[in-house]
């Protein structure tokens, strides 16, 4: 019994170790369309309030994106909880994906705290529009390791998509029409990415 129970760790052992360096597809796309989706909602939203479209005042700013927060996260855990095991989920890719993406949230969680502390004492609220640039400097760095550990082009090139959009919004940032941009930017470095990824995910284990 305790020569088979061995046996089957090795086993599991050896293919863990396989699984690690094999460029297995990236299963991170619902993910990546989920807040793609909502980021593009968002910007547009904040796009619409800063013409006068939608709401009345600099209120409507915070429910844009207290709104977007509670979503996020409980859209994120919803989706957590009811992905299935995939094939190649300890992949090089799929491990490093779970770490650097945590990393790009909680950057951006303290790019928004300090943004918040600059805006109340005197920056203004002008000072939330370098959150922006900061966001897609880590899509960039979180698309192109990610893609280059499973060799995957399309994640690749949206990461290269993310760097422009970073030098792009920073030269735009006195812009009426920024935010329109950036929505169009997520629209085509997160949102599309993760729907293409989600098609090419492997079906379920069992």
Request: charged residues 10%.
């Given at each position: 019994m305790?020569?088979?129970r061995a046996t089957?760790d090795?086993?599991?052992?050896?293919?863990?170790?396989a699984?690690?360096?094999?460029h297995?597809p990236l299963?991170?796309?619902r993910?990546?369309l989920?807040?793609g989706?909502?980021?593009?909602i968002?910007?547009t939203?904040?796009?619409l309030?800063?013409?006068?479209?939608?709401?009345?005042g600099e209120?409507?700013?915070g429910?844009?994106?207290?709104?977007f927060?509670?979503?996020?996260?409980?859209?994120q855990?919803?989706?957590?909880r009811?992905m299935?095991?995939?094939?190649?989920a300890?992949s090089a890719?799929n491990r490093?994906?779970?770490?650097?993406?945590v990393?790009a949230?909680?950057?951006?969680?303290s790019?928004?705290?300090?943004?918040?502390?600059a805006?109340s004492?005197?920056?203004?609220a002008?000072?939330?529009?370098?959150?922006?640039?900061?966001a897609?400097?880590?899509y960039?760095s979180?698309?192109?390791v990610t893609g280059?550990l499973?060799r995957?082009?399309?994640?690749?090139a949206?990461?290269?998509?993310?760097?422009?959009?970073?030098?792009l919004f920073?030269?735009?940032?006195?812009?009426?029409?920024r935010?329109?941009l950036a929505?169009?930017g997520v629209?085509a470095?997160?949102?599309?990415p993760?729907?293409?990824?989600?098609r090419?995910?492997?079906?379920?284990?069992?």
């Amino acid at each position: 019994m305790t020569d088979a129970r061995a046996t089957s760790d090795d086993i599991d052992y050896v293919r863990r170790l396989a699984e690690s360096g094999a460029h297995a597809p990236l299963l991170g796309g619902r993910f990546m369309l989920w807040w793609g989706l909502l980021l593009t909602i968002a910007y547009t939203a904040h796009h619409l309030a800063l013409k006068g479209m939608i709401g009345d005042g600099e209120a409507i700013f915070g429910w844009i994106w207290i709104s977007f927060s509670i979503v996020g996260v409980l859209g994120q855990l919803l989706l957590a909880r009811g992905m299935p095991a995939k094939a190649g989920a300890g992949s090089a890719g799929n491990r490093a994906s779970r770490t650097i993406w945590v990393a790009a949230a909680c950057s951006i969680g303290s790019m928004v705290i300090g943004s918040a502390v600059a805006a109340s004492t005197g920056a203004g609220a002008g000072a939330f529009d370098w959150i922006v640039p900061v966001a897609f400097a880590v899509y960039a760095s979180a698309l192109v390791v990610t893609g280059t550990l499973a060799r995957n082009r399309v994640t690749v090139a949206a990461g290269a998509g993310a760097v422009i959009m970073v030098g792009l919004f920073t030269a735009l940032i006195l812009s009426p029409d920024r935010y329109l941009l950036a929505a169009g930017g997520v629209f085509a470095t997160v949102l599309l990415p993760g729907l293409l990824l989600l098609r090419s995910e492997p079906r379920s284990e069992g």
